[in-house]
Every structure is written in structure tokens, then in C-alpha cells.
């Protein structure tokens, strides 16, 4: 029992050091006010859904940081942020960066966050097989930026990236890296797209060996977009490759579905009726004249028609080495396909799995 005590008396002293601490910096700062029990001036500011983007050089002292939180708006004082910088022991630990806080935010939050190294306040995941428009909702859904302002800045005489001198695109579809990305709500559309090339550059362009490999890095790109669509169980991704090298070495058209889709996305009512990927596509659809209708035109499409992941891409780098020239998709929920040689295999199996 005495050592609960002590524990509890010790407790009681920290405490008292404390709230001793903090009376003694509100008792020898100008300004403050105490009416009752009400200090005014450290009161947090009313609440605002208005946001502000605070930069943190490295080395800012506590106090910079405080004088630019107070001068935007974040927070009533200043002198309060760096003392309790100085109280919570995080003094050597505020990490540099462009933070996002809204304003009336209470001070001790603002010192956690950047101790903690929190900059951005909108994380967002891009996933494979999803086209710009696609990416763009998302990005406007998580209040990054609008669909548009990032559609606009998919020009790429914008951007200074290296690989884009090797492919000499005009488009950028299937070049923005899926990826998970964390950015502010004042981050320029710019930057955003800049960043997706960036992870290409060191996921895709400075990383995967295209030694000994009869397609360029624009052709792996073109084709793995068409695989990421194809593929729903991952472990298919090298067997799909397969099979589309194959048909381009025999001269045979890819005929993919997803293809068909993406050309169909001209129309602005396809796309308002059906989405970007129109689920049940007809006969009519499949002789839809279009460059990228792989149904119409043999060969690679224009242009990819997605973004795709590492994983397609490197599927077509090492494709699974088979005789495989057709497949279908089972239908039974697995995302499964069954491959065969011959045209009268694929058709048994179309009969089979397609009814």
C-alpha cells in the first residue's frame, strides 16, 4: 500500500509542476487576461473550415513556427506554442515540411503534428488499372483538386522528367504511377501530376530491364495497360502477356475487351450511360471503328489505354513462356480465365463458360 502511495504522490507533484509551469509563462506573458477562471488570450480561436498551409524550414526555431501559426490565423499565441514545445520535450524533433492546418486548431495539436511529421492532410490511394479521368475523380473526391484543373495540366511539355524524353508521348495515360500519395489541399495540379511521373520514373523507368526485350518501354507500357484490365487474378497477369505476345508474333489481333471499352469512351453519352468500362458489350460494339479497337485494328492500341501497375508491366517484361493463344473468362466469380491453343479449344470453352 505504500508504494501506491508514493505513486500517487509523486503523480500529484508532476502535476502541480506543471500547472505550475504553465501559470508561471501565462503570469509573465504581456497581455494575458483573466476574468474568473476564463484566460482570454490562450483560449483557441473559434473554429474555421478555412485551411492554411504552413511551411517549416529546417532548423525553425519553436518560436518562428508559433510567430507564423499566430500571423495565419492557426492560433491564438505564439509564446503558448513554443512553451509547450519546450513542456512536451519535442524541441530537436519539429520536422521541416508544408503542414495544412485549419484555423482555431488547439495549439498542443498543431505541436504534435509537427513533431510527428504530419504535413499532409489528404492521403490518397490511385489504384492500377484506372484511367486519368478516373484518378481525377478521386483526387477531387478527397478535396485535393478539382477532375479538370488535373486533366488540364496532363500536358507533357510541362513537365522535365527524364523517361518522357525516351517515349516521346503526347498523352500521358498510363504513365501516372499508381501508388499511395499524400497531398494538401493547395498542392497545384502541377505538382500533382508531376509526382505520379516522378513514381514512374523510379518504379518503372529506373528500375526494370528492357535488355534483350524486342518491345520499348511505351510498347510494355501500351500492352501491360491492356493486361491490368484483363487480369483479375494476379497470378494470370505473365499467362495474359503470354498469350497477347503470342497472338502479336502470329499476326493475330489482341481482340481485348478492354480495348473496345476505352473506344467506346468517346462518346460522352456511352460514358454518362456505361461509365468508363461498359460492363456487357455488344456485337455492334465490337466492330466499333476506332484505332484502339483491338477487335478492328491488329496490333497494340495508339496509346495505353489505362495506368497500368509494377505488376502488369512486369508480367510483360517476363511473360509466362506458353503455346496459349485464346482465353476466356470462366464466370464463376474466381476472376479465373481457361486458356486454350486452338481456336476449336477456345470455342469449346467459350460454349462452356459463355452460355
Known amino acids: 500500500m505504500m508504494g501506491y502511495r508514493v505513486l500517487a504522490t509523486l503523480t500529484l507533484i508532476a502535476a502541480l509542476a506543471l500547472t505550475a509551469g504553465v501559470a508561471l509563462f501565462v503570469a509573465q506573458t504581456p497581455g494575458a487576461i483573466f476574468d474568473g477562471d476564463d484566460v482570454k488570450t490562450f483560449a483557441p480561436l473559434p473554429a474555421s473550415e478555412d485551411t492554411v498551409l504552413i511551411t517549416v524550414g529546417a532548423g525553425e526555431s519553436a518560436g518562428d513556427i508559433g510567430n507564423a501559426l499566430e500571423a495565419e490565423g492557426v492560433i491564438r499565441s505564439a509564446r503558448l506554442f513554443e512553451v509547450l514545445v519546450g513542456l512536451t520535450g519535442v524541441q530537436n524533433s519539429l520536422e521541416a515540411g508544408d503542414y495544412e492546418f485549419d484555423r482555431g486548431m488547439a495549439t498542443i495539436e498543431t505541436v504534435h503534428r509537427i513533431a510527428a511529421g504530419r504535413t499532409a492532410s489528404r492521403t490518397v490511394t490511385l489504384q492500377e488499372g484506372l484511367r486519368a479521368e478516373e484518378m481525377g475523380e478521386i483526387l477531387e473526391n478527397n478535396g485535393i483538386l478539382t477532375k479538370q484543373a488535373f486533366l488540364d495540366a496532363l500536358a507533357p511539355a510541362l513537365y522535365d522528367v527524364p523517361f518522357l524524353q525516351e517515349i516521346q508521348t503526347t498523352d500521358l495515360q498510363g504513365y501516372l504511377f499508381p501508388a499511395r500519395y499524400e497531398f494538401n489541399r493547395k498542392t497545384s495540379a502541377q505538382i500533382v501530376v508531376e509526382t505520379l511521373l516522378r513514381g514512374f520514373q523510379s518504379n518503372v523507368a529506373d528500375s526494370v530491364q528492357l535488355e534483350g526485350q524486342a518491345l520499348t518501354l511505351a510498347q510494355v507500357v501500351t500492352l501491360a495497360a491492356i493486361v491490368e484490365r484483363e487480369a483479375v487474378v494476379a497470378e494470370e497477369r505473365p499467362l495474359i502477356a503470354g498469350v497477347f ?68 508491366i512486369e508480367a510483360v517484361i517476363r511473360p509466362a513462356t506458353t503455346e496459349f493463344l485464346f482465353f476466356v473468362a470462366k464466370g464463376d466469380g474466381t476472376g479465373q480465365h481457361e486458356f486454350a491453343e486452338t481456336l476449336e479449344e477456345h470455342l469449346n470453352n467459350v460454349e462452356k463458360y459463355q452460355q
Do not use: C, H, M
Request: charged share 20%; glycine share 6%; proline share 12%.
Open 245 to 312: 505476345l503470342n497472338r502479336i508474333r502470329a499476326g493475330i489481333p489482341l481482340q481485348a475487351d478492354p480495348t473496345v471499352q476505352f473506344s467506346l469512351t468517346v462518346d460522352p453519352a456511352s460514358v454518362e450511360q456505361y461509365g468508363y468500362w461498359k460492363r456487357d458489350i455488344t456485337l455492334d460494339d465490337l466492330r466499333y471503328d476506332s484505332p484502339y479497337n483491338t477487335y478492328v485494328y491488329p496490333g497494340l492500341t495508339p496509346a495505353p489505354i489505362t495506368n497500368p501497375g509494377l505488376d502488369s
